[in-house]
């Protein structure tokens, strides 16, 4: 098996990053909107935008991405990652790419002082749900969303 890295998004992996990308919207239904994938590839390269990308990379093929930020935690006096995105293609899944890649999370928080690294998915998502109940603990919490002007 090949060796697996993990790197930063950087602009020359915009046709991988874009494959994964729109992978990752397909699996839960959304369109292939051009303005969102132009609006967040914008983000992953502008430093002074909160959004970071990490891409991972067999064999000198990207195969997985996440994308996340640094959030305040005013009750616990800390600060946190949120993952916002987790996909690994199909073809490199069942190589421990998310598992790599929630591990490499992981140092990222520790290295910049971060309490935690948070996430959510689908109830549905029983795949993701069998790596992330391996290397992270469920919370209580209850997700809302509330539409602006509601």
Do not use: C
Request: charged share 20%.
């Amino acid at each position: 098996m090949s060796a697996l890295t993990l790197r930063a998004i950087t602009p020359g992996d915009r046709e991988s990053w874009e494959t994964s990308f729109r992978g990752y919207r397909d699996f839960y239904g959304m369109p292939h909107d051009e303005t969102v994938i132009e609006t967040v590839w914008g983000w992953l390269n502008d430093p002074e935008h909160e959004t970071r990308g990490i891409a991972a990379v067999l064999g000198g093929k990207p195969v997985g991405i996440a994308h996340f930020r640094t959030f305040s935690r005013p009750l616990a006096g800390s600060t946190g990652l949120y993952l916002d995105d987790l996909f690994t293609n199909p073809e490199a899944r069942g190589q421990g790419v998310a598992t790599a890649l929630l591990s490499h999370l992981g140092g990222i928080a520790q290295a910049e002082g971060a309490s935690v690294v948070r996430w959510i998915t689908a109830e549905s998502n029983t795949a993701a749900r069998s790596i992330y109940d391996r290397v992270a603990a469920a919370t209580p919490w209850v997700t809302y969303d509330l539409t602006p002007g509601a």
